[in-house]
């Protein structure tokens, strides 16, 4: 198991209980853990359901921030939720230069950041082009990226439900990606658009296994 900054007591106690309400009712599992390697981390993943990002923070050993639009902040009880689990606020538009600079911030820190690189929900049963402000995040801290596949949310809650449903959801974790000859490049847009469809096929590969 990877080794870094624990999550927070605060955090720790929130996820404990959400373990205990969620993690049997969605009957969620994890694999691949062995592959988040010790340090700063990208983790990308797919996005079929709303709940992600909830089971992918109860499946993860240690602390990590978290990449979201900002339309949640809205929502004063969803807010500050996410300011406990140090989610970072971006709103497409706009000069997202103070975003990039926390989520590498984050890594450099020696923590897991993760990124749902499609921008939204994905289409059912498929994984979209990802999106290069992810690439642009890894290129900048040039760390390790592991790709991870959310298998099983689509059924758990889909797209228009109002409530989620009893369903098994698996959490898998691929091996780190060599990114090192991109990392040796200038980051162009021709990079950062290769580096990010690099990272949107490695997460088509665990999730058309799962």
Not at 9 to 38: D, K, N, Y
Not at 126 to 132: I, N, T
């Amino acid at each position: 198991m990877s080794a870094g900054p624990p999550w927070l007591r605060s955090q720790q106690l929130a996820l404990e209980t959400g373990r205990w309400l969620f993690g049997s009712f969605f009957r969620l599992r994890t694999q691949g853990l062995e592959h988040l390697p010790a340090g700063g981390c990208l983790v990308v993943a797919n996005h079929p359901s709303y709940v992600d990002p909830l089971l992918m923070a109860l499946s993860l050993p240690r602390r990590a921030g978290f990449l979201a639009h900002h339309d949640p902040w809205k929502i004063g009880s969803v807010a500050w939720w996410l300011d406990l689990f140090e989610v970072i606020p971006l709103q497409p538009g706009t000069n997202t230069a103070a975003a990039l600079d926390r989520c590498v911030a984050t890594i450099r820190q020696d923590r897991l950041l993760v990124v749902f690189p499609e921008g939204g929900l994905g289409a059912p049963g498929a994984v979209r082009r990802f999106h290069p402000g992810c690439a642009m995040v890894a290129h900048t801290a040039a760390c390790p990226v592991v790709p991870a596949a959310v298998c099983g949310s689509l059924r758990a809650m889909p797209p228009g439900s109002a409530l989620p449903r009893p369903a098994p959801v698996t959490i898998r974790f691929g091996a780190p990606l060599d990114f090192r000859r991109w990392y040796r490049r200038r980051p162009s847009a021709r990079v950062l658009r290769g580096l990010a469809a690099d990272m949107q096929q490695a997460v088509v590969r665990l999730y058309a296994n799962g």
